[in-house]
């Protein structure tokens, strides 16, 4: 596989299950980035990975969880969420650390509904 | 606070010129970067200014102009593949991207 591939690409839960969005990356880059992205708003950052170290949290509600193990995955674990926590989960990779550094490659995306 | 701004939505003929523009306002600024984004897809890189003038790519170009803070990606030739979202982001001192809401672009045959 090459580029960036989201599993699931779909997902429906309740409020109190959890579950686990995952991101891979075959690339080589060494920073990964969690998004959400509504309809009609900018793309929210949520969490960025530089060498598999967290190095922004943009004040995401600790529902959202995410883990690093290695450069090439990121997970984002989900929990007791809310219904206005639907929206398209995107993962992207890039070279450098600073979102803006370089171009982002972007995952297909997981649209999850929260019932 | 730091602010991009760009049309929600707009319309335009199969074989026709459109200009999709870009207003921001950062703390700095390190350069800006347009995506396409195809219904249900990921967004793509189209391009990547960070001085002041027009970068061509075929079908697509980009313009600058740091002292007013304004950015628009040019579509010659329109296709009808062409329709999709066009989301313009700039880079703060930082390094850190801030995203505008992304313009819809309908191509009419």
């Known amino acids: 596989e090459t580029g960036v591939t989201q599993t699931p690409r779909h997902l429906v839960m309740g409020m109190t299950n959890k579950k686990s969005l995952k991101c891979e990356q075959h690339?080589?880059?060494?920073?990964m980035y969690w998004y959400k992205q509504s309809a009609k708003k900018p793309l929210e950052l949520m969490f960025v990975?530089?060498?598999?170290?967290?190095?922004e949290n943009n004040s995401v509600p600790s529902r959202f969880s995410p883990e690093c193990p290695n450069s090439s995955h990121l997970f984002l674990h989900l929990h007791t969420l809310q219904p206005e926590d639907s929206a398209l989960y995107l993962c992207?990779?890039?070279?450098?650390?600073?979102?803006?550094?370089?171009?982002?490659?972007f995952g297909p995306g997981t649209r999850l509904t929260v019932t | 606070g730091q602010n991009i701004d760009q049309p929600t939505e707009m319309t335009a003929t199969e074989g026709a010129i459109v200009q999709i523009n870009c207003t921001y306002q950062?703390?700095?600024?390190?350069?800006l970067f347009w995506y396409q984004q195809h219904a249900g897809e990921a967004p793509t890189f189209l391009s990547y200014?960070?001085l002041d003038g027009l970068e061509e790519k075929g079908r697509f170009s980009s313009f600058l102009s740091r002292s007013k803070g304004y950015s628009y990606l040019l579509l010659k030739e329109l296709q009808m593949k062409d329709s999709a979202s066009y989301l313009c982001?700039?880079?703060?001192?930082?390094?850190?991207?801030?995203w505008g809401a992304g313009t819809k672009l309908i191509i009419k045959p």
């Open positions: 990975y530089n060498f598999k170290e967290q190095t």
């Open positions: 992207a990779s890039s070279q450098g650390e600073g979102s803006g550094s370089y171009e982002q490659y």
């Open positions: 982001a700039a880079t703060d001192s930082n390094y850190q991207l801030i």
């Open positions: 690339l080589g880059h060494n920073a």
């Open positions: 950062t703390s700095g600024f390190n350069g």
């Open positions: 200014n960070v």
